[in-house]
């Protein structure tokens, strides 16, 4: 097998930078930084919107929140997936420039997918 077929079955193969499944009750430790501006167990608004049911939902989509202009223009189209969620969550002012979300973002990998496993489901979470 030539050496470029054996890396491309390679790059296949290993995972890629793909959130590993994440702890919800850990989630939910991670998630009190969070939980000044945003609750994910009710469908309350805060300083920033309710992230109760944000996996799956379109981007930008609370009726009763007032989203900053460049999050509507991001949102246009966009769901938060696991995906979506992780890249924003990282670095929320370099993905949407004009947030209003004033957090710089998650640092620790392992956080990140924690708290993207309890906003899948925060009952697991045990908040």
């Not at 930084?33 to 996996?55: D, M, R, Y």
Request: net charge positive; glycine share 10%; hydrophobic share 45%.
């Amino acid at each position: 097998m030539k050496t470029s077929s054996m890396l491309v079955l390679l790059a296949i193969a290993l995972p890629g930078p793909a959130l590993a499944a994440g702890d919800p009750v850990a989630g939910a430790k991670a998630f009190k930084v969070c939980s000044a501006c945003h609750i994910a167990t009710e469908a309350k608004n805060k300083v920033g919107p309710t992230l109760q049911g944000i996996v799956g939902r379109p981007v930008a989509s609370v009726a009763d929140y007032k989203y900053s202009p460049a999050m509507t223009a991001f949102g246009a189209g966009k769901v938060w997936d696991e995906a979506l969620l992780g890249e924003y969550l990282k670095a929320p002012k370099t993905v949407v420039k004009g947030t209003k979300m004033a957090y710089a973002g998650v640092k620790k990998d392992d956080d990140l997918a924690n708290i993207i496993a309890y906003l899948k489901d925060p009952a697991a979470g045990g908040q």
